[in-house]
């Protein structure tokens, strides 16, 4: 004889999870907002540092040409400096002429390069007085970055092991009602509690058919056996409720924050950051208190199913 089988460990943990989920997820928007408070600020100085850097390779940039003229004058002095002085008086003269020339030329280069290194000097001093500050709030906004990703990646392993807990209970209570109700082995597979969340596309809608058809088969087996009284009569509002918070949050919010904190687009610039993660902690708080209070009824009504098995025509 098949019997009804107890899920509530599956369901409680899940409940548990969401618990978990939900302190990751405020911990994870506290250390973000840190993160952007530090990263307004680096937004607001990178245009000075950008100006900064342009002038100081706007200085250095004349240096390779000073340099390579200076060298080139170098090295013809010291080739017509080791070059035979012709026998002919007329050609020693041009050749002496040529060397003087060659010397007044070289020291006029040797002044311009000096003159570009000068403001080379004084324009890497003025870079580094913008360069130190602006080098100091990268890196802080490098590490406060690091610690938002370490935090929202713990809460993404939480929600992802939140899921397979949601689909291992649904599975059973799957199961648990092809037992007590024989027309349910027409209806879905148990396979589609975890196949459901899997598939791309599919996702957006399956989970919640699949959880709907076992909470409004559950209540109305229960109804008919009189072993409840109909007390929720907004079941399908609540479950499109859970459903729909769950889309916002784990998908819609996502993207806005994302938009707003990481991209330096107009909701980087309209949008109060504080107000989104606020938002944000408020769509995470609301869907996961539904879920947990659909998964506390639905726990419940399991409980009752397990509880008076006797009264089911068991096969």
Known sequence: MKKITQNAPFGKLAMLVNVLILGMFIVSMVCMLNFDKVNVKLVKETPGYEVAFAELRKVESPRRQAQADMDYYAVKLDTLKNRAIPADRKKAKEHQEE????????AGKEAELADVDAAIRMQTMLFEAVQVPFDDLTKQVQSKKTTFKAMLWITILLFVGKVLLFAAWTHKSLLNLRITSPWMTKSTSPYWA??????????FIKPYTVFAEIYNETTYILLDKKLKEDTDNNSDF??????????????????I?????????????KLS??????TAIAFWTFYL??????????????QILFENHPKFDLP
């Open 99 to 106: 060397i003087d020339r060659t010397i007044h030329t070289l």
């Open 238 to 255: 609540n479950l499109g409720l859970w459903w729909g918070l769950l889309i916002v949050s784990a998908l819609v919010m996502p993207y």
């Open 273 to 278: 950051h504080t107000g989104v993660a606020v």
């Open 289 to 302: 208190l539904q879920e947990s209070v659909l998964i506390f009824r639905g726990l419940k009504m399991n």
């Open 194 to 203: 975890y196949l459901g969340w899997l598939i791309p596309g599919y996702n």
């Open 257 to 269: 924050i994302n938009a707003t904190f990481f991209n330096e687009g107009p909701m980087f610039v």
